[in-house]
């Protein structure tokens, strides 16, 4: 298998094709990086032979891919970004090569193509830097940092909700909110849970605990805990909200498909100033006695244009979690969901 990096070490230069093939040659500057590049046994390399159709040879620091020109060309910006994200100090696991391969090139759900070279799109939080995996995740950290209200729509494991987190919580860190807001309606999901035992919290903590896990990721978990007994972070089922007026806080409500029409306009108007808010939620997945009445769907086709109000849209080809995940999103939305 062979390596070498362009822009940030070198470039590759297109040789003569080879026996119908054509062929680009890479040189990497720093060979110490390409131990983690290359991954053990050269896993990442036959990741990317096996996605992209082609061959991969490695001597020293030089790295040569043969194929078909298509598959050259991602192959090499797959590479490059992969090694421009070692030289920033972060680190290249499986589930890296997998979203750098799915990203490179590709385009966003409204069709925006990606190219490769350009600056990463990033959230740093306490506990770690979250790059984009996907194409619209990045479009969606853009939104996430210019726009007062977003909503993200889409399948489970596109980090909707976790990408908002995440620069709720840079966003508490550099002190531009005073508050991290974060909300559920608290819905059943098919199940018939009862009545719960505990007080209050730990009525409604069950719901809340895709939120809860999300904040623990990004933040030490001293610090979560001492936050929320000072209440600059709240978790909070949707019903609190009401007759409240959130300002100077980045609010999150997620699982916003099982809301009602009249829920969500109370939930809308709690905006206050200098605030954030982000409502994620998936319009394929309604747990409410009637589907057909989702406050999430009313107020997207009600808002969508506002200035200041973006919509992020996410497919299946944005899961980013194991990548049969992706597959089986994909086998529910087919012709006869």
Known sequence: MVKKHADSGARGAAEPPQHGKAR??????????LGTLFGQFDQNLITIENRL???IAARGNRVAVEGEPLGIARARDVLNELY???ERGLP??????????????????????????GPPAMIRTRRKTIVARTAT????????GHNDMIFALGPAGTGKTYLAVAQAVSQLISGSVDRLILSRPAVEAGER??????????KVDPYLRPLYDALYDMLPSEQVERRIASG???????????????????VILDEAQNTTPQQMKMFLTRFGEGSRMVICGDPKQVDLPDPGKSGLADAVSR???IPGLAVQRFTAKDVVRHPIVGRIVQAYEGPDA
């Open 137 to 144: 995740q990045a479009q969606y950290i853009q939104a996430l």
């Open 92 to 117: 290249v696991d499986s589930g890296d090569v997998e979203a750098a391969i799915a990203m490179v090139g590709e385009t966003t759900s409204e069709g925006v193509r990606v190219e490769a070279g």
């Open 303 to 305: 808002l969508e244009g």
């Open 193 to 202: 849970l009862g009545f719960l035992p505990g007080d209050m919290k730990e």
């Open 53 to 55: 159709g082609v061959y």
């Open 232 to 250: 600059e972070i709240e978790i909070a089922p949707l019903a609190f909200m009401r007759g409240r007026t959130l300002a100077h806080a980045f």
């Open 84 to 86: 421009a994200r070692l």
């Open 24 to 33: 680009v040659e890479l040189e990497f500057d720093r060979p110490a990086l």
